[in-house]
């Protein structure tokens, strides 16, 4: 299963392709290069066969001299016999397509994935297709002088890395602040909740306090989100407790009926039940 860590990262990818020209650079790629245009999921390259198999992303980059280069992204958590051998296909399927040249990006969990697809798809004797890699080992550490182009970039630079290596953890995390806060407050908070629970634990606590602040749009944004949900709770344990007395004084309620009632978190449909209820009992 592709799990959160696939999932954010191609979401981060779509959300500004901006981000792969510096992400290719770290891979050893060339640098300069601009981003033309971006394809997400939903029409990249890949399989058109039943089974949908396309890759995570696939972005067009421009540079200087008038040339361009497609670069096909895949993010990967672990490794993957079947994602091997279909790798090539995908590239072949952009050159055709497209007629420049292709290269192959992979954002890996961990430095020996990273090192593993560093090696290139044999093809046959004397044939190989070269993979551009990027592993926590490649990414700068958020307020070190390598500075990201964007907020997206930023996040996937804290997703991958996790903590800092070379730089006070305070650092760090005010600049994944900073950075939060140049972008659509409910975008960040989107960020922020999934990086508080992919940080290592100092710098997760340290974004969660000042979270509590009101010093950026996106934190009361977070704030608001969670008391809302709290209100939400409460609505829903409140209408499980009316309806269940009022079940209660009728008679004993079974296990089933009650395991439906606790269990449930539409308030609408409790509050379907409720009504229900009482107007069978007026009737």
């Known amino acids: 299963m592709p799990g959160e860590f696939h999932e954010i990262l191609v979401k981060l990818i779509q959300d500004d392709p901006r981000s792969v020209p510096w992400l290719l650079a770290l891979a050893g790629g060339p640098r300069g290069a601009k ?10 390259v890949g399989s058109p066969g039943p089974t949908e198999r396309r890759a995570d992303g696939v972005v067009r980059l421009g540079f200087g001299d008038g040339t361009e280069m497609i670069v096909i992204c895949e993010v990967q958590n672990e490794w993957s016999e079947d994602k091997y051998f279909r790798l090539p296909g995908y590239m072949a399927r952009a050159f055709d397509d497209h007629r420049i040249p292709v290269v192959l990006l992979m954002l890996c969990r961990s430095d020996s ?6 090696r290139g798809i044999a093809m046959g004797p004397g044939s190989a297709v070269a993979v551009a ?99 939400d709770e409460g609505a829903l344990r409140q209408s499980r407790a009316i309806l269940l007395r009022m079940l209660e004084a009728e008679g004993q309620v079974g296990a089933e009926r009650r395991e439906e009632i606790e269990t449930c978190s539409d308030l609408t449909r409790l509050d379907a039940w409720i009504t229900e209820h009482i107007q069978s009992s007026r009737s």
């Open 35 to 44: 981003t033309v245009t971006a394809a997400t999921r939903s029409c990249a």
């Open 133 to 231: 890699t990027v592993g926590p080992g490649n990414m700068p550490d958020l307020g070190s002088d390598e500075a990201p182009p964007n907020a997206a970039a930023a996040v996937a630079a804290a997703v991958m890395r996790r903590q800092p290596k070379d730089i006070p953890v305070e650092l760090f995390v005010s600049t994944l602040d900073r950075w939060l806060g140049t972008i659509e407050p409910g975008r960040a908070a989107d960020y922020a909740k999934f990086l508080l629970t992919t940080l290592a634990k100092e710098p997760a606590t340290l974004l969660e306090a000042l979270m509590k602040t009101e010093a950026r749009l996106y934190h009361s944004e977070y704030t608001e989100e969670l008391l809302a949900k709290g209100r």
């Open 113 to 118: 994935l990273a090192r593993r697809f560093r």
